[in-house]
């Protein structure tokens, strides 16, 4: 249901792998790494074990070389960590250089006079000296300076450079449609727009600073995934501290460098390096769905709706309502009706009429008439009907009552009356026809599900989200579209104080309720809602009180939106479940290699028949390291989500990522013990 969009932003990956390995570097500063605990205590281990290294009492002659490949090895599990969160973040820089890159200071033509006048004389500033209520006159041809509304003129305005969307968008004061962007571009006309913020609070200043990955809220599970993660650290690291005291009463010494190998391998040190990495793909995946969510909090709630809200028009229907049918009064043949229908939706530009003579051309083979077509007279909302006189004959159609004064007629003739209802019933509109004061039949005007729908709303069932339609119309109709599109309930007439009220009152259940909107009246429930997805064509109130804001302005990306907070908390928890069962098999492998010569009874944990105590601790040290790098392309594309049902989805992760976590170090730890025992790196 995505749009295409003609600025899809192209990454170097080249040029954005360099910069990680970089930035991996620069991020060793132990400042960088105290907002991540488990990574610094790995941090503090390599330096204590690099200072060791220059310590011959520590070292000992025949382990200098062991201690000294642990020591690098150790380094390297760092900069592996790192270089996965650069390169996540990298990759948010590189989209929020784009948005940056519309920020040049343009010229503005400022209002003098401060009033709300086209052809007030302006002075020229940068749009830096812009202010919050200023008035700003921008022509054909000039970029806008600054977020604003249109409080004089009409516009044609190109939004590509923000949106991607090559089809220019129509900007008018008044309405739901006079907010307008920095760095948009105007096509046509004149406009007079008042400025809505002041410098560096721009629409665009708010998508840079969210795009970049180093500036993201962390997520509540986030956070408390963290402290536990600093938990076990904790825990892991009083007991490693234990072990040398131990060793010592037993009559034995272990070496501080082997005991700060232990404590890097128990630690969770995979999903430690991996964490913030993920959040950040995370955000990246939703810009690259031309979404920005304000936090990650955002995101995350996405993942835990239970309830999404979508408005029927223009999200679960095309938005207008098309012929699909004549229906004829008794007596009166289907082609009469299909030629008077036409002849008065020839002139007709809404999409309505123009669907009325699609629909005759195409049953019936009718073209336009040569010649003079006659005398239109177009809808008005006090006639609330159109039509045609041509040839002395009055050709109307309009709606049901409307048609009937015309007629003169106090009810609609049975049959045509069951047909019309039937009409009604089915959640379509009736649009009676007449020539000369004579009903000839109606018009089944009807809303048209895009394709699809029935599917995606079937997908989000299996994900455990009820889906609810918003409409003003009356239940009877909304009913049929609710039946027929597949949604789980609707909300018919609805204000903007019902959709808040039932808001509240899911939320008062305990569930997440997500929706979507675009229109002044639909902030508060915007506001009010746990994921709000605001249209970017819509107004500054949604935009603002929304915690998502859409540059595609396509309402049904409520849904994909659903799916990547799904994916972020699936891949948050498998990465978690497979760094915790790595663990077991350090355990095997380090605990043995220590103590085995205290307790020989310890070798039968040696199940892996690993070569010497040394490769053991090596190995293990190796694999804690290159294990990050194979894991970060899953950590920045996400694991694959399929929708199915949460005890499905747990059993699936365990099964895969826990058993795999499990058998996955075994293997792997034996195959760099045969290594480096085979090239000699151990003796």
């Known amino acids: 249901m995505t749009k295409p969009r003609a600025n899809r932003i192209r990454l170097d990956r080249s040029d954005l ?74 990759r948010g820089k590189a989209r929020a250089d784009s948005f940056r890159s519309l920020q040049e200071d343009t010229v503005a033509h400022r209002a003098k006079s401060g009033r709300a006048d086209l052809e ?72 007079l727009v008042q400025v809505t913020t002041d410098p560096g609070e721009s629409f665009l200043d708010r998508m840079i600073a969210l795009v970049e990955g180093a500036k993201r809220q962390k997520a ?8 536990l993660l600093v938990g076990l650290t904790i825990i892991f690291l009083l007991v490693v501290a234990t072990l040398e005291p131990f060793a010592i009463y037993s009559g034995t010494q272990v070496s501080v460098i082997y005991l700060v190998a232990l404590l890097v391998c128990l630690i969770p040190t995979t999903i430690g390096g991996l964490l913030s990495a993920i959040g950040i793909a995370g955000m990246d995946r939703l810009v690259s769905h031309n979404l920005i969510a304000k936090s990650g909090r955002a995101v995350e709630a996405a993942g835990d709706v239970d309830v999404l809200m979508l408005d029927k028009t223009g999200t679960i229907t095309f938005g207008n309502r098309m012929a699909v049918d004549f229906v004829a009064a008794p007596g009166v043949p289907t082609k009469d009706l299909a030629e008077v229908a036409y002849l008065t939706s020839l002139e007709d530009q809404t999409p309505e009429g123009k669907s009325v003579v699609d629909l005759a051309g195409h049953q019936f083979g009718l073209t336009p008439p040569g010649g003079d077509l006659g005398t239109y007279h177009p809808f008005s909302a006090q006639t609330r009907l159109s039509g045609l006189d041509r040839a002395g004959q009055e050709l109307r159609k309009g709606a049901g009552d ?57 997908l989000l069932r299996r994900m455990g989200i009820r889906t609810v339609m918003i409409t003003g119309d009356n239940p009877r109709t909304a009913a049929a579209i609710a039946a027929e599109s597949g949604v ?35 902030a508060p429930a915007l506001a009010q809602a746990n994921v709000g997805l605001a249209m970017h064509d819509g107004t500054m109130a949604a935009r603002d009180a ?7 302005s396509d309402p049904t990306k409520l849904i994909e939106v659903a799916m990547i907070g799904k994916q972020l908390l699936i891949s ?53 390291a290159l294990i990050i790098v194979a894991l970060i392309p899953l950590a920045l594309r996400g694991v694959q989500y399929v929708p199915s049902s ?11 990522y826990g058993v795999g976590g499990l058998i996955v170090p075994f293997v792997g730890i034996k195959l760099i013990d045969l290594l480096i025992t085979h090239i000699g790196l151990v003796r």
């Not at 509540?220 to 402290?227: F, G, M, Q, Y």
């Not at 015309?406 to 009676?432: F, K, N, Q, S």
């Not at 929304?546 to 595609?552: E, I, P």
């Not at 989805?649 to 099964?655: D, E, I, S, Y």
């Open 402 to 458: 409307a048609i009937l004064r015309y007629c003169g007629l106090d009810a609609i003739p049975m049959p045509l009356r069951a047909a019309v209802e039937a009409i009604a019933d089915a959640g379509g509109t009736p649009l009676l026809v007449a020539r000369d004061r004579q009903l000839l039949g109606a018009i089944h005007l009807k809303d048209v599900i895009k394709p699809g729908m029935r599917e995606r709303f079937a």
């Open 572 to 624: 948050r928890g498998a990465l978690t479940t497979f760094s915790i069962a790595n663990d077991v098999a350090k355990y095997f492998a380090i605990i043995p290699a220590l103590f085995v010569q205290i307790f020989p009874g310890l070798e039968v944990l040696n199940v892996m028949r690993l070569a010497t105590p040394q490769s053991a601790i090596l190995s293990a040290v190796i694999f804690n």
């Open 17 to 90: 792998t360099r910069k990680a390995v970089v930035a991996a570097f620069a991020k060793l500063n132990p400042k960088e790494m105290l907002h991540n605990p488990v990574m610094f205590v790995v941090e503090v281990g390599a330096v204590l074990t690099t200072a060791l290294l220059f310590d011959p009492r520590a070292t000992g002659g025949s382990s200098l070389p062991v201690f000294l490949q642990i020591v690098i090895w150790l380094w390297f599990t760092l900069l592996f960590a790192n270089f996965a969160e650069a390169l996540a973040e990298g």
């Open 488 to 522: 789980d309930d609707f909300l018919a007439e609805a204000t903007p104080e019902q959709k808040l009220e039932f808001i509240r009152r899911e939320q008062a259940q305990g569930k997440l309720v997500a929706m979507c909107g675009d229109g002044s009246n639909d």
């Open 646 to 656: 949460a005890a499905a989805l747990l059993r699936r992760n365990l099964l895969l």
């Open 546 to 552: 929304a915690n998502m804001v859409d540059l595609d």
């Open 220 to 227: 509540p599970n986030e956070v408390a995934l963290n402290i």
């Open 120 to 191: 007030a004389p302006c002075e020229d500033v940068p749009s830096r000296a812009l202010r919050k209520g200023d008035l700003v006159v921008v022509s054909a041809g000039e970029l806008l300076p600054c977020d604003g509304e249109i409080v004089a003129g009409v516009a044609s305005i190109d939004e590509s450079a923000v949106t991607g969307e090559s089809a220019p968008v129509v900007r008018e004061s008044g309405g739901d449609r006079s907010g307008v962007t920095a760095g948009t571009r105007v096509l046509s006309d004149r406009i």
